[in-house]
């Protein structure tokens, strides 16, 4: 369902929704904003993530390996990112 308000994530928790599968493609922000319409931000993305952790969803997450100028560091830095966010399902 993508990005959603807090109180949206929240309705879908209180009607027995507890997992969340949203995809951060990339944590690199630049990389992040060429693939994305103006309308989606990385901010907005990481807002989004916090607020399902926040609620209590088990959350889920990945990258897009193979991205156009996409390097080694910028996957390191993707796994750094699933361990220090303590995503439950990358």
């Known amino acids: 369902m993508g990005e959603l308000s ?3 994530y929240k309705k879908l928790w209180e009607a027995g929704a507890h997992r969340y599968l949203l ?3 990339t944590t ?4 992040f904003q060429r693939l994305h319409p ?3 931000s990385y901010p907005k993305r990481l ?3 916090t607020a399902l952790k926040d609620i209590g969803f088990q ?3 990945g990258v897009m390996i ?3 100028g996409q390097n080694f560091e910028h996957l390191a830095q993707d796994l ?3 361990v220090e966010q303590d995503i439950d399902m990358e």
């Open 59 to 61: 959350v889920g997450s």
């Open 47 to 49: 807002e989004c993530l």
């Open 66 to 68: 193979g991205l156009p």
């Open 6 to 8: 807090y109180a949206q």
């Open 80 to 82: 750094k990112f699933f």
């Open 38 to 40: 103006p309308r989606q």
């Open 23 to 25: 995809r951060i493609e």
């Open 28 to 31: 690199d922000p630049k990389l």
